[in-house]
């Protein structure tokens, strides 16, 4: 089973179920954020009689399973390799992410509104500003308004290595800017994984037909837990419409090897799916469709659903 944010044609945004070839539209809630806004107990009735109407999975266009006033954030320095890449990059300050990967408090920001959010088969963008960029691929928690864990999704964390090694205090802009942040390509409902624990993650950076870059790693060398991350996350803040965390990267590459416009992003998690996304650069390479009746934007892209 996988929640999905589809559309059909040139329809407007809807939300259902995807279990092997069909999609079934859920009756009683019109956006992902109304779902989330429920207990885990009443997300996981919906999930299992979500009662609208039924589509063939072949002919539904997959937009990022994200909407309305959900956010995404993501925590960083949560794997050994992200600090020493971290570090690498950050010659005047690398101490800072060595002090963070040891520390009590996690790191935490904000990614993306949902409108900002790229989905399957959606363009993500480098800065025009910046030299050396890099994919992250990362698992992504799921939660609901109460920030128990509803299910969990791919997170493409963009960043800018070359404008966050000048100044840690560049994050944002290294971080959070259009093109800069794609999810999906559905969520996968968290009492159908077993152990999120051990998950392999695997990033190719495909150019001219060919992998120009690939790695891979488990969710097993995850420093910090879920729960752990969830509870700073909502220690001083509310979510009514849940929230996205993306947990963090254990797979980059190493230094100089930068992004390039044309280059395409795969990203697999076993047990999750498979989200790719092609590289555009700077701003204006990125189109938007018109606002949507959920108060979002869509980019202007998409995937069909093929069931594996």
Not at 86 to 104: F, G, L, N, T
Not at 134 to 149: F, H, M, Q, S, T
Not at 207 to 212: F, I, Q, S, T, V
Not at 274 to 287: D, F, T, Y
Request: net charge negative.
């Amino acid at each position: 089973m996988r929640l999905i944010r589809f559309r059909m044609g040139g329809g407007e945004p809807r939300v259902g179920v995807l279990d092997d070839v069909t999609v079934t539209e859920f009756a009683a809630v019109d956006t992902l954020a109304d779902l989330l806004a429920l207990p885990i107990a009443a997300i996981r009735e919906a999930c299992a009689n979500p009662g609208g109407a039924v589509f063939a999975g072949d002919e539904a266009q997959l937009l990022a399973p994200v909407d309305g006033r959900t956010e995404v954030w993501a925590a960083g320095v949560t794997y050994e390799r992200s600090r020493t890449a971290r570090m690498a990059e950050s010659e005047q300050s690398a101490d800072i992410y060595d002090r963070v990967y040891a520390a009590e408090r996690p790191e935490l920001f904000f990614k993306s509104a949902a409108w900002r959010v790229s989905g399957p088969g959606q363009p993500v963008s480098v800065r025009a500003d910046s030299t050396i960029d890099v994919p992250e691929p990362e698992l992504a928690v799921v939660l609901n308004a109460e920030g128990a864990v509803a299910g969990y999704t791919i997170c493409n964390d963009m960043s800018s290595r070359s404008i966050e090694g000048e100044n840690p205090l560049y994050l944002p802009q290294a971080k959070i800017y259009l093109g800069g942040c794609a999810v999906g390509p559905w969520i996968v409902p968290a009492w159908e994984v077993p152990d999120p624990y051990a998950l392999t993650i695997e990033l190719t950076i495909a150019r001219d037909g060919a992998a120009a870059w690939e790695g891979s790693a488990s969710t097993a060398a995850l420093h910090r837990k879920f729960h752990e991350l969830a509870a700073y996350l909502f220690r001083a803040d509310d979510f009514p419409a849940g929230v996205i965390l993306s947990t963090g990267t254990s797979v980059v590459p190493d230094l100089p090897f930068t992004l390039e416009g044309g280059d395409e992003v795969h990203i697999r998690i076993s047990g999750i799916g498979h989200l790719i996304n092609p590289v555009v650069r700077g701003k204006p390479a990125v189109s938007l469709l018109p606002v949507t009746k959920f108060g979002c934007r869509v980019i202007a892209a998409g995937c069909r659903v093929y069931a594996s």
